[in-house]
């Protein structure tokens, strides 16, 4: 066995706040069907293949020295595309760039949270949130959603008021239920917050809503909204989120990141994925069309859908979810059981991925749910 086996995680000198906790963990199964993470499913096209392939060649030739620190050449792509999505102007200033929104909130934790502060979340929502806010020692305290999974929205900003949490996270779209929120909604809850609020908007392309980018100017002091290109962008792989906020929110986090934490093949990439923004994005008409298609399917088949505004729904009222999702896998379709009472979620994929799942969805139904 390998050196050091012997030891277990119990006998290391780690962290309190560690100890006993489970590390993130969607299943990565060699499945016929992935439906299980929220990817686009659709694969990148010849000529951003191509682009990516050159970009990254060219970076290859300054590998021996260390990358644009800041990413400005990227950060100025990122603010033109968000200008032109939202009709907010954003320049270089307003923009901040890591390794996925994964690495955007643990910085932004690293620089907002820590031991004696706290951070909120309305669940159920995104895992990684108080994942990563007791990664840095931040308490974390949560309030549920409604039985609708709809945030109450009055409750939420008393309950931020008693509170007073340095952190607040919204998700809209949220993960995994996929319903969002209004401008209003976060105008409130950004009103009464007395620290930073994060409006983490990694399915923002999916939805029609306005991006949360409209009230920045309004709280430039505490908001924050986070995005990927993950999902809409098919760029999940490649890893790279960001956030648009402040100048000055965006200086602060220059005091808690890397130096140096996005490569140079990584900033080259994502530049170069950028530049097919338009392709890309048009996948995400054809999965929001298929989400309908699939919604209209599981209702027909007796599910209950919860309204979905991004690349995935939840349904149920399943009798027993976790030997549903068995079912499901054992027809070949990976989706995801977040531990959710009588519900799973599935993302969109494909035509043909969503035909199986539907077909396995049917199967499911004629057993009894
Ligand atoms: N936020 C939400 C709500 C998500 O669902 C995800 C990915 N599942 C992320 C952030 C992180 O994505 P990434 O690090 O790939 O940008």
Same mark, same amino acid.
């Given at each position: 066995?390998?050196?050091?086996?012997?030891?277990t995680?119990?006998?290391?000198?780690?962290r309190?706040?560690l100890?006993?906790?489970?590390a993130?963990?969607?299943?990565? +199964?060699?499945?016929?069907?992935?439906?299980?993470?929220?990817?686009?499913?659709?694969?990148?096209?010849?000529?951003?293949v191509?682009?990516?392939?050159?970009s990254?060649?060219?970076?290859?030739t300054?590998?021996?020295?260390?990358?644009?620190?800041?990413?400005?050449?990227?950060?100025?792509?990122?603010?033109?595309?968000?200008?032109g999505?939202?009709?907010?102007?954003?320049?270089?200033?307003?923009l901040?760039?890591?390794n996925g929104?994964?690495?955007?909130?643990?910085?932004?934790?690293?620089?907002?949270?820590?031991?004696?502060?706290t951070?909120?979340?309305?669940?159920?929502?995104?895992?990684m949130?108080?994942?990563?806010?007791g990664?840095t020692?931040?308490?974390?305290?949560?309030?549920?959603?409604e039985?609708?999974? =709809?945030?109450?929205?009055?409750?939420?900003?008393?309950?931020?008021?008693?509170?007073a949490?340095?952190v607040?996270? +919204? =998700?809209?779209?949220?993960?995994?239920?996929g319903?969002?929120?209004?401008?209003?909604?976060?105008?409130?809850?950004?009103?009464?917050?007395?620290?930073?609020?994060?409006?983490?908007?990694?399915?923002?392309?999916?939805?029609?809503?306005?991006?949360?980018?409209?009230?920045?100017?309004?709280?430039?002091?505490?908001?924050?909204?986070?995005? =990927?290109?993950?999902?809409?962008?098919a760029f999940?792989?490649?890893r790279?989120?960001?956030?648009?906020?402040?100048?000055?929110?965006?200086?602060?986090?220059? +005091?808690?990141?890397?130096?140096?934490h996005?490569?140079?093949?990584?900033?080259?990439?994502?530049?170069?994925?950028?530049?097919?923004a338009d392709?890309?994005?048009?996948t995400?008409?054809?999965?929001?069309?298929? &989400?309908?298609r699939?919604?209209?399917?599981l209702?027909? +088949?007796?599910?209950?859908?919860?309204?979905?505004d991004?690349?995935?729904?939840?349904?149920?009222?399943?009798?027993d979810?976790?030997?549903?999702?068995q &079912?499901?896998?054992?027809?070949?379709?990976?989706?995801?059981?977040?531990?959710?009472?009588?519900?799973?979620?599935?993302?969109?994929?494909?035509a043909?991925?969503?035909d199986?799942?539907?077909?396995?969805?049917?199967?499911?139904?004629?057993?009894g749910?």
């Amino acid at each position: 066995s390998a050196p050091g086996a012997r030891f277990t995680l119990a006998d290391l000198p780690l962290r309190e706040a560690l100890r006993g906790q489970h590390a993130y963990g969607a299943p990565q +199964l060699d499945v016929p069907v992935a439906l299980n993470t929220n990817e686009n499913p659709h694969p990148p096209s010849r000529a951003l293949v191509d682009d990516v392939a050159e970009s990254v060649r060219q970076a290859a030739t300054v590998l021996h020295r260390y990358p644009d620190r800041d990413a400005v050449a990227l950060r100025a792509d990122l603010a033109r595309y968000l200008t032109g999505r939202t009709g907010v102007e954003l320049g270089v200033e307003n923009l901040w760039a890591a390794n996925g929104s994964n690495e955007i909130l643990q910085q932004l934790l690293q620089a907002y949270g820590g031991p004696g502060r706290t951070a909120i979340g309305f669940v159920p929502s995104y895992s990684m949130h108080s994942i990563i806010t007791g990664g840095t020692d931040t308490t974390w305290v949560e309030m549920l959603r409604e039985a609708d999974f =709809t945030l109450d929205v009055t409750a939420a900003v008393a309950e931020i008021g008693r509170r007073a949490p340095d952190v607040v996270f +919204l =998700t809209s779209p949220n993960n995994p239920t996929g319903q969002s929120l209004s401008l209003d909604d976060i105008r409130a809850v950004v009103s009464v917050a007395p620290g930073i609020v994060i409006v983490d908007e990694a399915y923002g392309e999916f939805s029609d809503r306005p991006s949360a980018i409209a009230l920045l100017d309004e709280f430039g002091d505490r908001l924050v909204v986070t995005r =990927t290109m993950s999902k809409a962008f098919a760029f999940a792989g490649g890893r790279l989120g960001y956030l648009v906020a402040s100048p000055a929110l965006v200086e602060s986090l220059l +005091l808690v990141r890397l130096p140096y934490h996005l490569s140079v093949v990584t900033q080259a990439a994502a530049r170069a994925a950028l530049r097919h923004a338009d392709d890309t994005l048009a996948t995400v008409a054809a999965i929001v069309a298929e &989400r309908g298609r699939v919604v209209a399917e599981l209702t027909a +088949l007796g599910y209950s859908v919860v309204d979905s505004d991004a690349n995935f729904v939840l349904f149920g009222h399943l009798t027993d979810a976790a030997i549903a999702w068995q &079912r499901f896998l054992d027809r070949g379709v990976l989706i995801r059981d977040l531990r959710i009472p009588g519900h799973l979620r599935a993302t969109i994929g494909l035509a043909a991925e969503n035909d199986a799942f539907l077909r396995a969805a049917a199967e499911v139904a004629a057993d009894g749910l």
